[in-house]
C-alpha cells in the first residue's frame, strides 16, 4: 500500500477541482496525491467551453423551465432534453429540481453562487499571470445574443428581477451587439454584455495546473481507477485501486458526474445527474468571433482562441450514456449557423460530450460531512466548474487546514441533501 505521512492529502479526481485543490493544497504546505481514472482532466474538464462567467450566476432551475422543457420533451434536438427511461435517482433529482423552479429559489441559489464565482474568477487571473499558465486565458467579456425580440425582453426582465445577484451587465440593441461583435449576422434583436466575464482553452489550463501541481511536489497518478473506498469507522482508511491501495491523511472527493458512485460507501446523499453536453472544435474560421458569445435560442456557446474554435452546450440527462449523439452535435452546428456569418471552421479537430455533475438547486457540495472527519467533499460544480476551480481549490485547502474561509460555504454543505 502507498502510504503516505499523515500531513498528506489523498485527492480523488483529477478533473479541474481536483487539480486546483491539490495547487491550494500544496500552497498550504501539504502534500498531496491525486488519483485518476484516465490521464488528468478526461474528464469533463476536457472539451468544455472554457468560459469564466460570473454573469451565469442564475441557475438552471428557473420558473419558465419546465413549460419549456415539456414543448422540447419530444425534439430530440432540444437545448434541454430528459431522455425518457425508468430511473428512480433521476426521478427523485428532477422532483427536487421542479420544486426550485421559482424565483424565491432562484434567487437564493445566484445569491450563494455569486460570491465563489467573483472571486474565483479574479483567482484564476492571478494564477495565470503569476504561475504563467500557458491557457489563452483571456479577460474580453461574453455576450449573451438573442435574435427573438420576444426573448430577449423577456430575458431583460428576468435579469432585472435576479439584478442584485448578477455582475454588472450592458445592454445592446441589435446594430450594438453586431458593432461589438463583427462575426454575428444581420438579425439580432439584442444581447447582454458581461464585462467582467473571461475566457480560457479548457484543456491546456487542467494540463498546466497539473504541470504547477508536479512541480511543487505533487503527485498525480494516472490511470488509477478507485473500486472502492474503505472507511474505518468514521475514518477513511484506504482507497483501494487499479493500481493498488492508497490513504492519506485527508481525502477529497472531487470525481465531478462520477460521485453518486461512492455515496453509499460515504454514508452520504450525493443528488448528482450527468447533464450531458457537447463540443465540437475547429481550427479557426476566416470571420472568427472576438468575444465568447451564447446563442440563446439554440442555447449553443461560442468560444476561440489563437489555437482554435469550438461550438458547445446542449443539456441532456441521460444518464451515463457515453454515446456521441450526431443529432446533438448537428444541433450546436444548426444553431450557429442561424447566428455566425462563418458558423464552423475549416477542420473539425475533436467532437466531444461531457457529463455536467449537476446538483437539483445549483450549488455544488463543498465542505467536510459530520460523520467522517478525514473527508472533505468538493464536487457538483454544474454549468460552471472551470469558473469556480480556483475558488473551489482555496476553500478545500482553507477546510483541510481548519482555517476561516474565504467565501461563504454555508450552502454548499455536502449534507444539506441528507
Ligand atoms: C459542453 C460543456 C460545456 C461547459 N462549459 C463550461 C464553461 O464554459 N465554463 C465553466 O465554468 N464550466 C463549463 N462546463 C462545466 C465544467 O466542465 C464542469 O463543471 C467541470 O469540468 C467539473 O470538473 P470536475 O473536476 O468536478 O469533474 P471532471 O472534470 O469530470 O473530473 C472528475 C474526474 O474524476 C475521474 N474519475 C471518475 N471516476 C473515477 C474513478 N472511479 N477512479 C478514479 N478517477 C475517477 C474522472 O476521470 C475525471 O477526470 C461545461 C461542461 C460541458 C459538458
Redesign the pocket.
Known amino acids: 500500500m502507498n502510504r503516505p505521512g499523515s500531513n498528506d492529502v489523498l485527492v480523488?479526481?483529477?478533473?479541474?477541482?481536483?487539480l486546483a485543490s491539490a495547487w491550494y493544497l500544496l500552497q498550504s504546505g501539504r502534500g498531496v496525491t491525486v488519483?485518476?481514472?484516465?490521464a488528468?482532466?478526461?474528464?469533463?474538464?476536457?472539451?468544455?467551453?472554457?468560459?469564466?462567467?460570473p454573469s451565469h450566476a442564475a441557475p438552471l432551475a428557473q420558473p419558465g423551465i419546465p413549460a419549456q422543457a415539456l414543448r422540447w420533451l419530444l425534439k430530440a434536438d432540444a437545448p434541454l432534453r430528459v431522455r425518457p427511461r425508468w430511473d428512480p435517482a433521476l426521478a427523485r433529482w428532477l422532483a427536487a429540481f421542479l420544486r426550485r423552479c421559482n424565483w424565491r429559489d432562484a434567487a437564493q441559489s445566484a445569491a450563494a453562487k455569486l460570491p465563489l464565482l467573483e472571486g474565483s474568477r479574479q483567482l484564476i487571473e492571478a494564477l495565470v499571470r503569476e504561475q504563467g499558465l500557458d491557457c489563452e486565458f483571456a479577460a474580453v467579456g461574453t455576450m449573451n445574443v438573442y435574435r427573438d425580440a420576444r426573448g430577449f425582453e423577456q430575458a431583460r426582465v428576468e435579469h432585472e428581477r435576479l439584478a442584485q445577484y448578477l455582475p454588472r451587465y450592458e445592454l445592446l440593441d441589435g446594430a450594438a451587439a453586431i458593432a461589438r461583435e463583427p462575426a454575428l449576422k444581420p438579425g439580432v434583436a439584442g444581447a447582454f454584455f458581461n464585462p467582467g466575464d473571461a475566457q480560457l482553452r479548457?484543456d491546456r489550463y487542467v494540463d498546466e495546473l497539473a504541470r504547477i501541481v508536479r512541480a511543487r511536489g505533487g503527485v498525480i497518478e494516472e490511470h488509477?481507477?478507485?473500486?472502492r473506498i474503505v472507511r474505518d469507522g468514521g475514518r477513511i482508511a484506504r482507497v483501494e485501486?487499479s493500481r493498488g491501495d492508497f490513504s492519506g491523511g485527508d481525502v477529497v472527493l472531487?470525481?465531478?458526474?462520477?460521485s453518486p458512485?461512492f455515496a453509499r460507501a460515504l454514508d452520504l446523499r450525493v443528488p448528482i445527474q450527468p447533464?450531458?453536453?457537447?463540443?465540437i472544435t475547429y481550427a479557426r474560421p476566416a470571420n472568427c468571433p472576438r468575444i465568447p458569445l451564447t446563442l440563446k435560442e439554440p442555447q449553443v456557446?461560442v468560444?476561440a482562441w489563437g489555437s482554435g474554435y469550438r461550438l458547445?452546450?446542449?443539456m441532456e440527462f441521460s444518464g451515463y450514456d457515453a454515446t456521441l449523439n450526431r443529432t446533438r452535435l448537428d444541433a450546436l452546428r444548426r444553431g450557429a449557423a442561424q447566428f455566425l456569418h462563418e458558423p464552423e471552421g475549416p477542420a473539425v479537430v475533436e467532437e466531444w460530450?461531457?457529463?455536467?455533475?449537476m446538483t437539483p438547486d445549483d450549488l455544488p457540495l463543498i465542505g467536510r460531512v459530520p460523520h467522517i472527519r478525514n473527508l472533505v467533499v468538493a464536487?457538483g460544480?454544474?454549468?460552471?466548474?472551470?469558473?469556480?476551480?480556483a475558488g473551489t481549490g482555496l476553500l478545500v485547502s482553507e477546510i483541510v487546514g481548519g482555517r476561516a474561509t474565504s467565501f461563504d460555504i454555508g450552502a454548499f454543505a455536502p449534507a444539506r441533501f441528507t
Open positions: 480523488l479526481g483529477g478533473g479541474v477541482i481536483g488519483l485518476d481514472q484516465g488528468v482532466g478526461s474528464g469533463s474538464s476536457h472539451g468544455n467551453c472554457g468560459t469564466l462567467t479548457p488509477a481507477k478507485i473500486r485501486t472531487a470525481l465531478g458526474s462520477w458512485q447533464g450531458k453536453g457537447y463540443s456557446c468560444t458547445g452546450s446542449t460530450y461531457g457529463w455536467r455533475p464536487t460544480h454544474g454549468m460552471l466548474g472551470v469558473t469556480m476551480s
